[in-house]
């Protein structure tokens, strides 16, 4: 495909991720352009284009719009539990295919999609944006050019306070995001597996609950006969809760005008609100190289970060994304190597631009995908045996999981 020609995209889930990210991104390149976009919510769509300033067609599947067009490449950012199915959709339609993560919330749906992708052969990229943080590529680099050694042990501290707004959103929903394991963690067991070179998982223990937000700890009091809820924007409480979502927040895209069309409300009380996922927990996995390595997720506290430790044969490595930090410490030395990696634009620590920008670059010279689906498929793997795990109280072997 010559780079001197536009390709054609089509967004599928007009949200924050597919308007505010993608579609923000591919209005700004000179060789894209958005020709519809794919939700089932109509006045989001509409929403979508104003905010892009776009005219694309609009449809409410993937099978409807590819009765009337076919774009070069679709960017998938429905909820989780629908990336199967659109992602065959497009697959099958001709359509190149990047898709945020996960793949998808049961492994078996990975299977299929991986099937779907052998036959049509055509580009399907994971969106793991997170391969694509200057940090960690850094990190990567290190790691690559042996200083470390073997590594034999990984730890990922997640620290995500805006991770509450979770509970507020479908994310909460164990039966449409797969619980957070696979809907946060996606990320995380992945670039485990990235920065050992793709080790295959073999067991996961995890350990999770929903220890602070329920309605016994609402962070206000209650006056009689006033309720709290059902909603920030409807709440009693709005101005004196610290976790209320921000007011006018993604307004254009959640305003009242869309939930009458499908009920969703993006700003429930995170509190009060049903939920069937953790807020905080562990989890454990064991690879088939003999490595280890623990990924906690806590979506509770003041603190944004990944901190990140790596234990090799020759040194231990400290990383912080958030302060763009690298601390390499040898062994056998006390010479300690410290990395301050500069700043990037985008959003992500600039690995959203990146992405999308590896993506573009794949279709338009026909080079292999970097984050592939069989990758996208064992993060999978690792977050569903870790739902399984707190679940039903046992560690559980990646295998059984497997068609």
Known sequence: MSSQKKLKFAIVGTGNRGVHCFGQLLIKRQDCEIVALVDPNHVRSGHAAEILNIKPMFFHDVEEMLKTVTPDAVVITSPDCTHCANAIAALQGGCNVLLD??????????????????KCSKILMMGFNLRHNPVLKKLKSIIDEGTAGKIFMIENREFYDGGRTYMARWNGDYSISGGLWIHKGSHDFDVFQWLMDFPKPVRVSSFSSLSVLDPNHLPFQLRPGVEAGPSCRKCAYRTECPDAYPEGTEIKLFGEDAIAVDGYVKDKCIYLTEKSVHDNGMAIVEYDNGARAVHSECFIGPINDRKYTIWGELATIEVSLTNREI??????????VSYKIAEAQGGHGGADPMLLDTFVKAVQNGDASTSTAEHGMWSTACGEAAERSWREHRTVEVQELFK
Request: proline content about 7%; some cysteine.
């Open 101 to 118: 993560k996960p793949l998808a919330t049961h492994v078996s749906d990975c299977q299929d999609i991986i099937e779907v992708a052998e």
């Open 327 to 336: 601390i390499v410490h040898p062994r056998w030395s006390g010479d300690i």
